[in-house]
Each structure stands twice: as structure tokens, then as C-alpha cells.
């Protein structure tokens, strides 16, 4: 019942976008909590994006504030990041990631709070 389904990664050169998508089946649409977050090699996974339950609070890490916009559309089941002015430290593997909450629960992007990830989507920069 929990489904979550990336698409959207690509090359891309700097300066560009992309929009990731998070597809999610409607009974995490309805209960959860979702976010964006990427690993690069390397790296630890880093939470860029995060989006209530219901929708009405966001956060974006400082890496991509002013950049990336995160939505979610009830009608489409889906969660989208929208990424301008992609940079080569943009490149990693970007997973979306759902955390069952009440509706009323603060907005949290730590990892370790979301229990359902979806693959992962690889985007890659080039300078």
C-alpha cells in the first residue's frame, strides 16, 4: 500500500533543470509525510526537500534554497522537485521518501525519520 516511484533523473548541463516526480499510491498520498533526498558518491544522504502530510509547510536544505521548489499534487498522486540552475554538486542519486505522520506534525527532512524510499533517480550535471 505504500508506494513510492521516482522518474524525472537525466544529464543535464549546468544551468538547466529538471523535474523529478515521486509517484505514490493514494494511501501515502493521504497519510504521508514526503521528501526529497540525494546521495552522492561518496557522501552521506542528504535531505533537500521536505513536504508535510498536508501540505502546508515546506523546507529546502541551504544548498538548494532559491533553486528547488517542492509541490504535491492530491489530484496526481505525485510529488514533484523542481530544480533550476542545476550545478555539478547536484549530481547524485535522488530518492523520495515517505514518513507516515499525523496531520499536524512538524515538518522533519532527516532521514531517519522516513521509513518508506522509493529507488532512487540518477541526475547528473555536467559543468
Given at each position: 500500500q505504500v508506494r513510492l516511484v521516482?522518474?524525472?533523473g537525466g544529464l543535464v548541463q549546468s544551468g538547466n533543470?529538471?523535474?523529478?516526480s515521486c509517484e505514490v499510491s493514494q494511501f501515502t498520498m493521504n497519510y504521508y509525510g514526503i521528501g526529497w533526498f540525494r546521495q552522492a558518491p561518496?557522501?552521506?544522504r542528504e535531505g533537500i526537500s521536505c513536504i508535510t502530510r498536508g501540505g502546508g509547510t515546506t523546507y529546502y536544505a541551504e544548498s538548494v534554497k532559491g533553486r528547488f521548489t517542492i509541490s504535491r499534487d492530491s489530484a496526481r498522486n505525485t510529488v514533484y522537485l523542481q530544480m533550476n540552475n542545476l550545478q555539478p554538486e547536484d549530481t547524485a542519486i535522488y530518492y523520495c521518501a515517505g514518513r507516515r505522520t499525523i496531520l499536524t506534525a512538524p515538518i522533519s527532512c532527516d532521514s531517519s525519520d522516513y521509513n518508506a524510499w522509493g529507488q532512487g533517480t540518477q541526475v547528473t550535471v555536467s559543468s
Open positions: 521516482e522518474s524525472g533543470s529538471l523535474r523529478l561518496g557522501k552521506e
